[in-house]
């Protein structure tokens, strides 16, 4: 709770001068649980949950309705028509099917709405899950009229699927940058705001050019297939009695995801839906799970029925030193920094406090593992003092660098010592060549000026042939925007597209 505080006043108060920093969005999604019995009870019984669970507290702030809300019927002026049975009125004076009911129901427990949809004609529609199968539940053909009416029910944030864009072999590229602009009209006619998740699955490597596809503001983008199929609990027929979660479908999820250079703070790649607790997920599975999406900051939007949580599994899911590392400020993906036998990983990630590293030790294996840390493999001088157990949120002896892992389990630790010097590479400048990034992972801090108006993509293209873009969002008056980013191996260029983007200082951290 302090933790969020501060956060969220550190935002508050820089936000006069600096871009306010978003962490990666956390919630509840209703897909993997629910799948297309999806209905407005299902919704609040799990918004109450997440209320009054400690999940609130903690950060998890939307409630996101996934496919199943509606079959894709439209009234003659093409307005989206729901079934009164599925979405009724909640409240007194409320209409039965104006999904306007479930989002101020929503609202009503301090909490944001998403809905979903998809990008082409048709959705996903029911496949694989019971029922017949629907076409025209995209919004294709729509695009700003349906963010018109999203922002107008109450939702705050839309999923945008990509069923029937594969379908109909469009490009990603181009057809989010539609899909981002119409959302920016949308909000422009209804003075409200839309949070754009992009689900592409990773198909045309989003990582190249979600960030800030259209201009506008897009934070999100899927980076690989569904970590599971639905396990619907109160479906009984043998397809979803047989439906299990491995510690593979959570691995492959993560592994999928690991797109570190794209990543940069405010801007996500996007691992899936959440499986904590689920059928098939021990506690020693729900650790990895949270540990490698803490570590990743990927969205955590969780797919379990919130209502059927064990202790354990809301303790780590509302784990606050975890939860920190998930939401620091420069918001990256770890590196695998060693793996001493094949399966017995060491990850870290660069935390926003100097010195400090955040550590997954990861055992993938069926067996034991003995990890020893060279700490100068983090970007570190020496021994660091400050050692930390984010599990159970314990100081560790400073002397310990040999680390015991369960076989299939992860211990996640925090880390303060001190950082090699970094580089810093002259200021006031619109292009930088040559940056270094060749002897092993590189990390930058940018501080820029943006007075564009809008997002900025600035591309970063290196000698590896591995080149990403980097979403800047408008920095206002004389303030600085931050970016922490991870360089691709190589030689790297900055280059900036428009004048009204400078660099104010740039430094490289070698690890
Ligand atoms: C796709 C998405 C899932 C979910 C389903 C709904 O498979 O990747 O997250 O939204 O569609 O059909």
Same mark, same amino acid.
């Given at each position: 709770?302090?933790y969020?505080?501060l956060v969220?006043?550190a935002?508050?108060?820089?936000?006069?001068?600096?871009?306010?920093f978003?962490a990666a969005?956390?919630?509840? !999604?209703?897909?993997?649980?629910?799948? !297309?019995?999806?209905?407005?009870?299902?919704? +609040?019984?799990?918004? +109450?949950?997440?209320?009054?669970?400690?999940?609130?507290?903690? %950060?998890?702030?939307?409630?996101?309705?996934?496919? &199943?809300?509606?079959?894709?019927?439209?009234?003659?002026?093409?307005?989206?028509?729901?079934?009164?049975?599925?979405?009724?009125?909640?409240?007194?004076?409320?209409?039965?099917?104006?999904?306007?009911?479930?989002?101020?129901?929503?609202?009503?427990?301090?909490?944001?709405?998403?809905?979903?949809?998809?990008?082409?004609?048709?959705?996903?529609?029911?496949?694989?899950?019971? %029922?017949?199968?629907?076409?025209?539940?995209?919004?294709? &053909?729509?695009?700003?009229?349906?963010?018109?009416?999203?922002?107008?029910?109450?939702?705050?944030?839309?999923?945008?699927?990509?069923?029937?864009?594969?379908?109909?072999? @469009?490009?990603?590229?181009? +057809?989010?940058?539609?899909?981002?602009?119409?959302?920016?009209?949308?909000?422009?006619?209804?003075?409200?705001?839309?949070?754009?998740? #992009?689900?592409?699955?990773?198909?045309?490597?989003?990582?190249?050019?979600?960030?800030? /596809?259209? %201009?506008?503001?897009?934070?999100?983008?899927?980076?690989?297939?569904? #970590?599971?199929?639905?396990?619907?609990?109160? *479906?009984?027929?043998?397809?979803?009695?047989? @439906? /299990?979660?491995?510690?593979?479908?959570?691995?492959?999820?993560?592994?999928?995801? #690991?797109?570190p250079?794209?990543q940069h703070t405010?801007?996500?790649?996007?691992?899936?839906?959440?499986?904590?607790?689920?059928?098939?997920?021990?506690?020693?599975?729900? @650790?990895?799970?949270?540990g490698?999406?803490a570590m990743a900051s990927?969205?955590?939007?969780?797919?379990?029925?919130?209502?059927?949580?064990?202790?354990?599994?809301?303790?780590?899911?509302?784990?606050r030193e975890a939860l920190a590392i998930h939401n620091d400020p420069y918001g990256l993906q770890p590196i695998?920094v060693?793996?001493? #036998?094949? =399966?017995? +990983?060491?990850w870290a990630k660069p935390l926003a406090v100097a010195g400090r590293r955040a550590v997954a030790?990861?055992?993938?294996?069926?067996?034991?593992?003995?990890?020893?840390?060279?700490?100068?493999?983090l970007g570190l001088?020496?021994?660091p003092?400050r050692l930390r157990?984010v599990?159970?949120?314990?100081?560790?002896?400073?002397?310990?660098?040999?680390?015991?892992?369960?076989?299939?389990?992860?211990?996640l630790l925090s880390v303060d010592g001190e950082d090699?010097?970094p580089?810093?590479?002259?200021?006031?400048?619109?292009?930088?060549?040559?940056?270094?990034?060749?002897? =092993?992972p590189?990390f930058a801090r940018?501080?820029?000026? !943006?007075?564009?108006?809008?997002?900025?993509?600035?591309?970063?293209?290196?000698?590896?042939?591995?080149?990403?873009?980097?979403?800047?969002?408008?920095?206002?008056?004389? %303030?600085? =925007?931050m970016a922490g980013f991870i360089?691709?191996?190589?030689?790297?260029? *900055?280059?900036?597209? =428009?004048?009204?983007?400078?660099?104010?200082?740039?430094t490289?951290h070698?690890w």
């Amino acid at each position: 709770m302090i933790y969020v505080v501060l956060v969220r006043v550190a935002c508050l108060l820089a936000a006069s001068t600096t871009v306010c920093f978003c962490a990666a969005p956390m919630g509840w !999604n209703s897909w993997n649980s629910f799948a !297309n019995i999806v209905n407005s009870q299902i919704v +609040q019984q799990q918004a +109450q949950a997440l209320a009054a669970n400690g999940m609130k507290e903690a %950060g998890y702030q939307y409630v996101v309705i996934d496919e &199943g809300w509606w079959l894709g019927e439209r009234d003659t002026a093409g307005n989206i028509v729901v079934n009164p049975k599925q979405w009724p009125a909640i409240e007194p004076g409320q209409k039965d099917g104006d999904m306007a009911n479930i989002a101020a129901f929503i609202h009503s427990l301090g909490l944001k709405a998403g809905i979903y949809t998809d990008a082409g004609r048709d959705g996903c529609s029911m496949y694989p899950d019971s %029922g017949a199968k629907y076409s025209n539940t995209g919004s294709e &053909g729509h695009y700003e009229q349906d963010f018109v009416q999203f922002l107008k029910w109450g939702f705050d944030y839309v999923k945008v699927d990509w069923c029937g864009g594969a379908k109909e072999k @469009r490009s990603g590229a181009v +057809q989010y940058a539609q899909v981002a602009r119409a959302i920016k009209h949308a909000e422009e006619a209804t003075g409200r705001r839309l949070f754009l998740s #992009i689900c592409e699955w990773g198909s045309q490597n989003p990582w190249f050019w979600a960030p800030g /596809v259209g %201009g506008v503001e897009s934070t999100i983008w899927r980076t690989g297939g569904d #970590i599971i199929p639905p396990v619907v609990e109160s *479906l009984h027929d043998p397809e979803h009695a047989k @439906r /299990v979660i491995t510690l593979k479908n959570v691995l492959d999820s993560f592994d999928a995801g #690991i797109h570190p250079e794209a990543q940069h703070t405010g801007y996500y790649n996007d691992l899936d839906m959440m499986v904590m607790g689920m059928r098939g997920m021990t506690d020693a599975m729900d @650790r990895i799970h949270m540990g490698l999406w803490a570590m990743a900051s990927a969205p955590m939007m969780v797919g379990s029925d919130l209502t059927r949580l064990s202790p354990e599994t809301l303790s780590l899911l509302n784990n606050r030193e975890a939860l920190a590392i998930h939401n620091d400020p420069y918001g990256l993906q770890p590196i695998k920094v060693f793996e001493p #036998i094949p =399966g017995v +990983q060491v990850w870290a990630k660069p935390l926003a406090v100097a010195g400090r590293r955040a550590v997954a030790i990861l055992n993938r294996t069926d067996i034991p593992a003995q990890v020893q840390i060279d700490w100068g493999k983090l970007g570190l001088v020496g021994t660091p003092p400050r050692l930390r157990d984010v599990w159970n949120g314990r100081d560790i002896a400073a002397a310990e660098s040999s680390f015991p892992v369960p076989a299939h389990d992860l211990r996640l630790l925090s880390v303060d010592g001190e950082d090699r010097k970094p580089v810093e590479y002259p200021a006031g400048r619109s292009n930088i060549v040559g940056i270094q990034a060749t002897g =092993g992972p590189t990390f930058a801090r940018l501080e820029y000026t !943006n007075t564009s108006g809008q997002v900025a993509v600035v591309s970063v293209k290196s000698t590896s042939g591995l080149s990403t873009s980097l979403a800047l969002p408008p920095t206002a008056g004389s %303030g600085t =925007g931050m970016a922490g980013f991870i360089l691709p191996r190589g030689t790297a260029d *900055l280059s900036f597209e =428009g004048p009204k983007v400078a660099v104010r200082k740039l430094t490289v951290h070698y690890w």
